[in-house]
């Protein structure tokens, strides 16, 4: 049972380069969600999706793109990185009914933009 | 918007002792779910503990407990008899019960905890 895997798990960039963190489940739960995670500010929400092609933007949405053209696919874009945007990213999932109420969560991306 | 509030940044406790870790939350709404995540350094978001807030019995797993109290919005995590092992950060959590885009978390800014041998 895979679970929620993400990719790739460290990734070093440059200011200006477009980065996709890649975010798969095999559940097939409706709901993704991506978190970056940063020191002081415990887990922040980005972007979410209820369902495949439905997507909303969550408490810190500027810089990043996200996509859902598959239930088991939620890809996070950075159009241009830029040096705040370096964090750890968070994917995660929940099924749409009958849950029991937690998120499950991937490992985590670290990003670092220079 | 709900806010969740983790007021302690770090904490320690000695080994095979108790610990208390704070977190208070801001909501208009009465049914509702709080959790306890912890974070070891392995940088994975682990579940310790889930609590509904339309039961007054406090959850309770194994060595972790809550003392939940719905009418002041607190939410406490009790660790008893420390392990090695319990060193992480912990993350309380809020999450509304049911309604569209109602899934998502709110994260406080987490509890950085130390065991001493």
């Known amino acids: 049972d895979a679970g929620i895997t993400q990719s790739p798990r460290y990734k070093i960039t440059e200011t200006g380069r477009q980065v996709t963190l890649m975010c798969h489940q095999t559940?097939?739960?409706?709901?993704m969600f991506w978190y970056r995670q940063d020191l002081g500010h415990g887990l922040r929400l980005i972007y979410y999706s209820a369902a495949a092609d439905i997507t909303d933007k969550g408490e810190v949405p500027d810089g990043y793109v996200v996509s859902r053209s598959k239930t088991e696919n939620f890809p996070l874009t950075l159009e241009s990185a830029t040096r705040s945007q370096t964090s750890v990213y968070f994917c995660?999932?929940?099924?749409?009914?009958?849950?029991?109420?937690?998120?499950?969560f991937g490992e985590g991306s670290r990003l670092t933009v220079l | 918007a709900q806010t969740v509030t983790q007021s302690q940044p770090e904490m320690s406790v000695q080994e095979a002792e108790t610990v208390t870790l704070s977190c208070t939350y801001d909501?208009?709404?009465?049914?509702?779910?709080l959790f306890w995540y912890k974070q070891p350094p392995s940088r994975q978001m682990i579940l310790v503990i889930r609590q509904e807030a339309y039961k007054q019995q406090n959850a309770t797993e194994n060595r972790f407990s809550v003392n939940f109290q719905k009418a002041a919005k607190s939410f406490s995590l009790k660790i008893s008899d420390s392990q090695l092992g319990d060193a992480a950060m912990y993350f309380c959590a809020y999450r509304t019960y049911s309604g569209a885009g109602s899934y998502q978390l709110t994260f406080g800014k987490g509890t950085k905890l130390s065991v001493i041998p």
């Open positions: 995660a999932s929940i099924p749409g009914e009958a849950n029991t109420g937690e998120l499950f």
């Open positions: 909501t208009s709404e009465s049914d509702y779910y």
């Open positions: 559940w097939s739960h409706s709901y």
